[in-house]
């Protein structure tokens, strides 16, 4: 057999859907892959219910159906705090992740360097490398996830083309200040960079914290190319509904790439998500309270059972410090992939290793998330109690 593609060999498989396979093979609570329990909205069911007999179920336009995207337009002009035009400046993709790829594609040439906040969702790497370009890590330190200014100053000067901020924060939940994304963007503008933001988690933003959509700020819509996906926010990740919004030019080359990579989102699930995205503001505020009420909930849990963890600021994720666990003589030495897989099949909870969020040697922290019923949550904690009881 010829040598295959070297690029390939440079990263593995997604330690995330890994833990959810095994997961199902020893039938645990998945809280590792992060997809809710609870169906989607019913008004949007109900659409699609419809739209399974009457279409459409053929090719959309490439870049997405025109009633779609001018829906993704009005739903975000406020956030962008500028009109937006649903022609020439959205793009509609096969979820977050192939926006993700579609950007990375269009700005980044063989060679070039991109910075990317460590933790980071593991796909920002793979994106990097498949791209040509060469990741460059900026610590986000735990247990604050705080950063240095000075070495995205550093990254822009060492020739970084781009820098990634995913906000909220898969995995540590961070939300970035106004502030942050400020001083952020003077460097961008000050080097003449892009800025690429992932905004899946907006609308789970915890009180007193608030999000920011980096494109809103002054003088940064023109050098802005944000990501995002319906999945988190509808409940809908198998729906595969992502979208870029970004000027007309970076759009321009984003429909070139995504045209190629994917062709279109299907037909069906377009129609029916216009549905979600006329839903009213209350929506939204509903959304946010119910989130709010399952982190509150399961860090309670968390508490209760003795286990240690951050306090996310946004998303639907939480980081555990399993440091104590590792002290243990059954665990000495042992990675925390390994104790992932420990858990998953004597607890039966299923969670993500740190290590494949973390560019640093991080081996204490394994990722959860609560984007789940009381009652799956309740039986998390009663399982991860057997777990702290290794402790006693």
């Known amino acids: 057999m010829p040598k295959l593609s070297d690029r390939v060999q440079t990263f593995t498989d997604?330690?995330?859907?890994?833990?959810?396979r095994i997961s199902d093979e020893y039938d645990a609570i998945n809280l590792s892959q992060g997809f809710p329990d609870?169906?989607?909205?019913?008004?949007?069911?109900?659409?699609?219910?419809?739209?399974?007999?009457?279409?459409?179920?053929?090719?959309?336009?490439?870049?997405?159906a025109p009633n779609l995207r001018e829906a993704l337009a009005r739903k975000c002009e406020k956030a962008f705090k500028r009109q937006i035009d649903p022609e020439n400046e959205v793009v509609v993709t096969c979820g977050g992740t192939e926006a993700m790829m579609s950007v990375v594609m269009s700005v980044c040439n063989p060679g070039?360097?991109?910075?990317?906040?460590?933790?980071?969702y593991e796909n920002y790497s793979a994106d990097a490398i498949l791209s040509g370009a060469e990741?460059?890590?900026?610590?986000?330190?735990?247990?604050?996830?705080?950063?240095?200014?000075?070495?995205?100053?550093?990254?822009?000067k060492a020739g970084a083309k781009a820098i990634i901020i995913?906000?909220?924060?898969?995995?540590?939940?961070?939300?970035f200040t106004e502030e942050e994304l400020l001083a952020i963007g003077k460097l961008a503008i000050k080097y003449d960079r892009f800025v690429i933001t992932d905004e899946v988690y907006?609308?789970?933003?915890?009180?007193?914290?608030?999000?920011?959509?980096?494109?809103?700020?002054?003088?940064?819509?023109?050098?802005?190319?944000?990501?995002n996906s319906l999945s988190k926010t509808y409940s809908v990740t198998g729906w595969r509904l992502g979208y870029v919004i970004c000027p007309a030019e970076i759009?321009?080359?984003?429909?070139?790439?995504h045209d190629f990579l994917a062709l279109a989102a299907a037909s069906p699930l377009q129609e029916a998500a216009v549905v979600g995205l006329n839903f009213p503001a209350s929506y939204y505020e509903e959304l946010l309270a119910t989130y709010t009420e399952k982190r509150n909930y399961f860090l309670a849990g968390l508490d209760r059972i003795g286990l240690k963890h951050n306090v996310p600021q946004g998303s639907y994720f939480?980081?555990?410090?399993?440091?104590?666990?590792?002290?243990?003589?059954?665990?000495?030495?042992?990675?925390?992939?390994?104790?992932?897989?420990?858990?998953?099949?004597?607890?039966?909870?299923?969670?993500?290793?740190?290590?494949?969020?973390?560019?640093?040697?991080?081996?204490?922290?394994?990722?959860?998330?609560?984007?789940?019923?009381?009652?799956?949550?309740?039986e998390a904690i009663n399982r991860l109690a057997k777990l702290t009881a290794l402790l006693k």
Not at 221 to 226: D, L
């Open 38 to 64: 609870f169906p989607p909205p019913r008004p949007m069911l109900e659409a699609l219910s419809k739209i399974a007999f009457e279409g459409p179920h053929q090719y959309s336009v490439t870049y997405g």
């Open 135 to 156: 990741p460059i890590y900026i610590p986000l330190v735990p247990p604050s996830y705080d950063f240095d200014i000075n070495l995205i100053e550093e990254g822009f």
């Open 112 to 120: 070039d360097k991109m910075m990317v906040f460590s933790p980071f």
């Open 202 to 227: 907006e609308h789970m933003v915890y009180a007193p914290n608030h999000h920011t959509t980096m494109a809103s700020l002054p003088g940064m819509w023109e050098r802005t190319i944000t990501c």
């Open 166 to 175: 995913c906000n909220p924060s898969n995995p540590c939940g961070k939300v």
């Open 318 to 378: 939480v980081m555990i410090d399993i440091s104590d666990f590792l002290e243990l003589p059954q665990f000495k030495n042992i990675s925390d992939l390994e104790f992932c897989e420990w858990m998953i099949k004597n607890i039966g909870v299923a969670a993500v290793p740190g290590s494949s969020f973390f560019r640093e040697p991080i081996n204490n922290l394994i990722r959860l998330h609560f984007a789940r019923e009381k009652s799956t949550l309740d």
């Open 251 to 257: 759009a321009e080359c984003c429909k070139k790439v």
């Open 14 to 20: 997604s330690v995330i859907r890994r833990m959810t």
